[in-house]
């Protein structure tokens, strides 16, 4: 509808108008064009637009502020632009704009208070106000605009998601969820025998029902063994058994279960580290089913298991560097399942892990070393598991104790960590510009050395000299003696813990760089080839990792990844459920553009981080926007708790 069609003369805001009858199917239209509104059911759209009243507010005319007790009314947008600002916001940066499609004060009609907010139109603006009464029945009635309200931001996030898998679908050839539970994924009772069964039954049954895989249970059910299709070559054939040898002779063991309420996830990454096929299905400890490989991935030629396998048995680094690519193609298939950011760094990750353990074994043998001499750690944004397709490296070295019987001689390990940084650059994952890296002599230290570091960091260091180290903060064993990097971050978990200064350090270089808002809460970006952009790493992840490895360290949280972080200091902080799920779901949907722009070449200039704002849909950007306002608000909580 056109603003030529409501009064020359618009009444004041105290006397809106009820919304007659041949504009409540125009005025639907409008809602569900936006969120919730386009997933509600159409009796429930209208029924807000019955409920609503019309009202029309002037530029610089307020439509709530805080002196006006208890918020009575939820507004939504129809034209024009509302700022909220919240007390000195024209100085702190704490004002925001909302434009059309948006609601506000949900929180406020919620919690049945007075908003802490003052909103002023910025321009003519046309607006539908429902009473909280009303809200509060049709949420009742409509669980997507009752979940909308609850959620807002997770919300926004799903239709993200959403959008991303439909954009990547033609790319793969499965659209199974990695989040689907395994008890969806078993579609029969497992094929079981019991431990004194003859292996000629077994492998005749496992023959006729054309099954990979036959489970051992005891006479409760519970797994205790199982043969596989790949076992019987051998562990039969060639070791020549008879075939009334009894299963409990013949099958593998310990068992690798996961319970029914796990998911396919969880399964697959269990698959590809014990490099497993077939993982039984528990509940309660009996067997419930059994899901294998086949029924995790339907990839494009590719699964997780085959890219770890093939990097678990290349011989050379030529290999390892095909196996990379697979690794690069792999996730490409994974986001266009609509793969979580979190499950998909982790996956990543994963992967590279893997490789660099093979990296490092290889290169071990060469130098003729003990991997038990040292501990090969990551660093960044490998050691929270957190790494997206253009990454460097990040490395380091804990090395046993010169006294100790396993210590190595300091050149000949210096010159063993310089090939295997080599050899990784030769994979694609680029030489660190900082040195920070194995190969460094100070990356590349005794337990001890290692503690007395980490101790002056803490004790001692300054906000610049903990800008510099935050990255050795995030360290998690990747290979070799896993027992020096247990000890040292024991060390370091309960040093930071008891020293308040070394947190207020922290805060200081978590407050370093601020989001990208201009003072109307809107997206302040930055020229580059005349694109209007902003760099996600930099303006985004990197500040919600400083603030979540703040809290972690400050409240003895030995988690290193940012959503582990974050799910565990929540609580610890007293903070409602929702708030926290907010920097989790901010902090992945960063995430998730970084890997999206990285796969389909979309970054700008040779900065893989930085992305066209005026590139992303009007879902994207209302969620990018409201992410930076989130971040912004986990900073102000720095300020509060570290700065007063």
């Not at 078993?186 to 000629?200: K, W």
């Not at 199982?226 to 019987?232: A, C, E, K």
């Not at 290193?560 to 929540?570: D, H, L, P, Q």
Request: net charge neutral.
């Amino acid at each position: 509808m056109s603003p030529s069609r409501f009064p020359t003369n618009p009444p004041p805001p105290d006397a809106p108008l009820k919304p007659s009858g041949s504009l409540l199917g125009q005025l639907c239209d409008e809602l569900q064009r936006h969120p919730p509104f386009d997933e509600m059911d159409p009796l429930h759209v209208r029924a807000f637009v019955e409920a609503s009243r019309q009202a029309y507010f002037a530029p610089g005319d307020a439509l709530i502020k805080p002196e006006d007790g208890v918020a009575s009314e939820l507004f939504f947008i129809r034209r024009g632009a509302v700022l909220g600002k919240r007390g000195l916001s024209d100085v702190s940066g704490g004002a925001f704009q909302y434009e059309a499609g948006d609601l506000f004060p949900i929180s406020a009609v919620l919690a049945q208070r007075a908003t802490t907010t003052s909103y002023h139109a910025t321009e003519d603006t046309f607006a539908l106000r429902l009473p909280a009464d009303q809200m509060q029945a049709l949420a009742e009635r409509s669980h997507v605009f009752a979940d909308f309200l609850n959620r807002r931001i997770l919300r926004f996030l799903d239709l993200s998601r959403a959008a991303l898998q439909s954009a990547y679908a033609s790319r793969v050839l499965s659209e199974q969820s990695m989040e689907t539970p395994l008890e969806r994924l078993c579609h029969r009772a497992p094929v079981t025998c019991g431990p004194q069964a003859p292996l000629q039954d077994a492998l005749e049954q496992m023959h006729r029902l054309r099954i990979g895989s036959m489970l051992v249970v005891d006479a409760e059910e519970r797994p205790i063994g199982i043969l596989t299709r790949f076992d019987v070559l051998g562990r039969v054939t060639l070791a020549r058994l008879p075939l009334d040898t009894p299963m409990s002779e013949v099958m593998v063991q310990p068992v690798h279960s996961l319970g029914a309420e796990r998911t396919a996830q969880e399964a697959a990454l269990l698959m590809s580290a014990q490099g497993i096929r077939h993982v039984p299905v528990t509940r309660q400890g009996r067997a419930v089913g059994m899901v294998s490989e086949r029924d995790l991935y339907a990839l494009q030629r590719l699964s997780l298991n085959q890219v770890s396998d093939h990097i678990r048995h290349a011989p050379d680094v030529t290999a390892l560097r095909s196996a990379a690519d697979d690794i690069r193609r792999f996730a490409r298939s994974l986001l266009g399942q609509g793969v979580q950011a979190h499950q998909l760094t982790q996956l990543i990750s994963h992967l590279n892990d893997v490789l660099t353990a093979r990296l490092v074994a290889i290169k071990a043998a060469e130098h003729g070393l003990d991997t038990q001499q040292f501990c090969w750690i990551a660093l960044g944004s490998e050691g929270r598991s957190e790494q997206t397709i253009a990454t460097d490296q990040d490395n380091a070295l804990i090395v046993a104790e010169p006294e100790d019987s396993h210590a190595p001689d300091a050149q000949r390990l210096l010159a063993f960590a310089l090939d295997v940084n080599r050899a990784l650059d030769a994979c694609g994952y680029p030489l660190c510009k900082g040195n920070i890296m194995a190969s460094n002599p100070d990356c590349c230290l005794s337990l001890s050395q290692w503690k007395r570091r980490f101790a002056q960091w803490i004790d001692h260091g300054s906000p610049q000299d903990l800008l510099n180290a935050s990255i050795y903060f995030d360290f998690r064993s990747l290979t070799g003696r896993s027992a020096l990097a247990d000890e040292l971050r024991a060390f370091v978990v309960e040093r930071a813990a008891t020293n308040p200064r070394f947190a207020r350090q922290l805060a200081i270089n978590g407050l370093e760089q601020s989001p990208p808002l201009n003072w109307r809460g809107q997206i302040d970006t930055t020229a580059v080839h005349g694109r209007a952009t902003l760099d996600l790493k930099l303006q985004g992840t990197a500040i919600l990792v400083d603030v979540a490895r703040l809290y972690a360290l400050a409240r003895g949280v030995p988690a290193t990844s940012t959503r582990e972080r974050f799910e565990a200091v929540g609580p610890l902080l007293g903070v409602p459920e929702h708030e926290h799920a907010s920097w989790v779901a901010g902090f992945e949907f960063l995430q998730m553009l970084r890997l999206r722009a990285q796969l389909d070449g979309s970054t700008v200039g040779d900065n893989p981080n930085r992305v066209a704002v005026d590139a992303l849909n009007d879902i994207d950007r209302r969620i990018l926007r409201e992410t930076l306002r989130v971040v912004r608000s986990l900073q102000q909580r720095v300020q509060l708790d570290y700065q007063r």
